[in-house]
């Protein structure tokens, strides 16, 4: 298994380098008929403030018609504009808006498997990351709250001083865990609460076998000042479990799978490095030990492809004390929705892939996940 977990983690990053230094050669040729891929949250929303659109889309769908000189359009969420109703500077970033998609395009029976990787640049899948990703005092600021696991919601008061909470960890996925945290941040400094929500893990009847339990704890965490880069935590649990809830949390283990009940302290850590992948408002990769767990994995907001944006993120749970390996995948769409919730809700399927209760790789957790954007800026 540990020679297995190995060759999944060269695989991983070996495919992440292969897609960040690959360079795809197309010769460019004028596009006049083309919908604006959501890459420029600032160049999305500086449009739609020209002509008066309240609240602005970040994501907004915008298609450019520019084939008859004396009648030239730009179309924003189905209203069109004079392409002169915007500025000189503004027409001039449309006209040479480097993600483009055709739409004079003709699509075949063979274009719809190979379309959208023939348009892929290679060498503009990644951008530095932004300066509030690399920030050792922002970087806890987030404005996505998610139904399990993932990033913590980040709520600032002024500056690096503020709020986060999450439900999960970050590295869980649906039903595996009754964890549940609340952050106090400054100047890199979180202080926070730790507990349990048994409701979380009591909704799943099945494959309840690899879970992870806590009950009240206390945590404290640093984000070292040179970039945000690296995170060093400790968790440590101040009332073990009672009776009863070990019985409760311990009636699925088997000789060949436990569920680790947290008790006592933790020393946890996270390096990471922060990337901007698709355009992505906020992503990372990232090696960690949280709770004597070790972890691999990458997650990304609202990225875009193919006129389409989503959130994706992956965990690999490699190595545990206690809990066999498992794989985390959440995938949560955006644009599904009309009015406010079209840029501002995500949702799609996170699921778990590790041994059923039989000891066969299989699913073990699948549930729909969704995540609500406060906020349009970020």
């Given at each position: 298994?540990?020679?297995?977990?190995?060759?999944?983690?060269?695989?991983?990053?070996?495919?992440?380098?292969?897609?960040?230094?690959?360079?795809?050669?197309?010769?460019e040729e004028p596009v006049l008929y083309f919908q604006m891929e959501p890459l420029d949250d600032s160049l999305f929303i500086h449009l739609q403030s020209e002509v008066y659109i309240d609240p602005p889309d970040p994501k907004a769908e915008i298609i450019v018609?520019?084939?008859d000189p004396s009648n030239q359009t730009l179309m924003i969420q189905g209203t069109v504009f004079p392409f002169l109703a915007f500025s000189p500077e503004s027409r001039a970033k449309v006209q040479t808006y480097p993600f483009k998609l055709n739409l004079e395009e003709t699509v075949g029976f063979h274009s719809v498997f190979t379309r959208v990787l023939s348009k892929i640049k290679f060498n503009k899948i990644t951008s530095p990351p932004t300066k509030a990703q690399i920030s050792p005092l922002l970087g806890y600021i987030n404005p996505y709250v998610q139904l399990f696991g993932g990033e913590r919601l980040g709520l600032p008061l002024k500056g690096d001083i503020g709020f986060s909470f999450g439900v999960g960890t970050e590295y869980s996925g649906p039903f595996e865990t009754n964890f549940a945290e609340f952050n106090f941040h400054i100047l890199g400094v979180k202080v926070g609460v730790i507990n349990g929500i048994d409701a979380l893990t009591e909704f799943k009847t099945d494959n309840n076998h690899n879970?992870?339990?806590?009950?009240?704890?206390?945590q404290f965490g640093y984000v070292i000042p040179f970039g945000?880069?690296?995170?060093?935590?400790?968790?440590?649990?101040?009332?073990?479990?009672?009776?009863?809830?070990?019985?409760?949390?311990?009636?699925?283990?088997?000789?060949?799978?436990k569920a680790q009940i947290l008790t006592g302290s933790y020393f946890s850590w996270e390096v990471r490095y922060p990337v901007k992948l698709l355009g992505a408002t906020r992503g990372k990769i990232y090696f960690a030990r949280f709770l004597n767990e070790y972890h691999i994995g990458f997650s990304g907001r609202e990225m875009a492809l193919a006129g389409n944006v989503f959130d994706f993120r992956f965990d690999g749970?490699?190595?545990?004390?206690?809990?066999?390996p498992q794989y985390v995948?959440?995938?949560m769409v955006q644009r599904l929705f009309d009015y406010w919730a079209?840029?501002?809700?995500?949702?799609?399927?996170?699921?778990?892939i590790g041994k059923n209760e039989e000891g066969?790789?299989?699913?073990?957790?699948?549930?729909?996940?969704?995540?609500?954007?406060?906020?349009?800026?970020?």
């Open positions: 298994m540990l020679i297995m977990n190995k060759r999944l983690l060269h695989i991983f990053f070996f495919i992440f380098i292969l897609a960040a230094v690959s360079k795809a050669q197309i010769e018609d520019l084939r879970n992870l339990y806590t009950t009240l704890g206390i945000n880069f690296f995170e060093f935590s400790s968790q440590i649990i101040v009332d073990d479990a009672s009776a009863s809830q070990l019985e409760k949390f311990r009636k699925f283990d088997t000789p060949d799978f749970m490699i190595d545990s004390e206690i809990r066999q995948f959440d995938i079209f840029s501002a809700v995500g949702i799609g399927p996170g699921f778990i066969n790789p299989g699913l073990t957790s699948v549930f729909f996940n969704i995540r609500l954007k406060l906020g349009t800026s970020l």
